[in-house]
């Protein structure tokens, strides 16, 4: 089976940075899209970032600019940089990610366990 653990979340102020990462293991053939995706309080999960195994990106327009996201192919694992964080960035933050798991057998989404980033004065 494949766990996503994500780490980096916490409590800061607004225009500080905060850098989230998620690293894959188990059972991993190939990963194609890796993404971050975000929850707050009373709406819907959203999409932030999403980047394919050929490094195509994109973002979630309040966002472009402020964040980047990257990945370690090597490594198994996707960050997120959030630079001048907005009160409106809080969230729980979930990792996504789109492995191969078995030769004969489609891609599968995995989904990390979420983590708290509060942007607070």
């Known amino acids: 089976q494949v766990q996503l653990v994500e780490s980096g979340g916490g409590v800061v102020q607004p225009g500080e940075s905060l850098r989230l990462a998620c690293t894959a293991s188990?059972?991993?053939?190939?990963?194609?899209?890796m993404a971050w995706y975000r929850q707050a309080p009373g709406n819907q999960r959203k999409l932030v970032a999403i980047?394919?195994?050929?490094?195509?990106?994109n973002y979630l327009p309040t966002v472009e600019g402020r964040f980047t996201i990257f990945r370690d192919n090597a490594k198994n694992s996707v960050h997120l940089q959030m630079n001048s964080l907005k009160p409106e960035d809080t969230a729980v933050y979930f990792c996504?990610?789109?492995?191969?798991?078995?030769?004969?057998?489609?891609?599968?989404?995995?989904w990390g366990q979420g983590t708290q980033v509060t942007v607070s004065s």
């Open positions: 996504y990610a789109m492995i191969k798991t078995e030769e004969a057998g489609p891609s599968k989404i995995f």
């Open positions: 188990g059972t991993i053939l190939d990963i194609n899209a």
């Open positions: 980047i394919s195994n050929l490094g195509d990106i």
